[in-house]
């Protein structure tokens, strides 16, 4: 499995980003897969942030949620965080992560 993440940057606080996840090498269809965004801040351990299950259910972090918004193109294999109202505090390395493997990463800074 390979996870190639893209979209991160310099943003102002309340301003927004999108975030891709170009998955590869699943066994089986994209679909049935649950994938998720993790972060780290600086100094900091993995947090986790969402995940978009199998099927169409979603799961957000209380710290990410009403803000953030993960969704999926299963006929692209891909995954994406859409991360509205930033805040400094979610500056971080945005990586995708399905089961013990995860992407090289994406930085997001947010500030002013």
């Known amino acids: 499995v390979q996870l190639v993440e893209s979209g991160g940057g310099l943003v102002q606080p309340g301003g927004s980003l999108r975030l891709s996840c170009a998955a590869s090498g699943f066994t089986f269809a994209f679909s049935a897969y649950a994938m998720t965004w993790v972060r780290q801040a600086p100094g900091k351990g993995l947090e986790w942030v969402s995940t978009?299950?199998?099927?169409?259910?979603?799961n957000y972090a209380d710290s990410v949620k009403g803000r953030f918004t993960i969704s999926r193109d299963n006929a692209k294999s891909t995954v994406y965080l859409q991360m509205n109202n930033l805040r400094p505090e979610d500056t971080a390395v945005y990586y995708c992560q399905y089961g013990g493997t995860r992407g090289q990463g994406t930085q997001v800074t947010v500030a002013s």
């Open positions: 978009a299950n199998a099927g169409d259910s979603t």
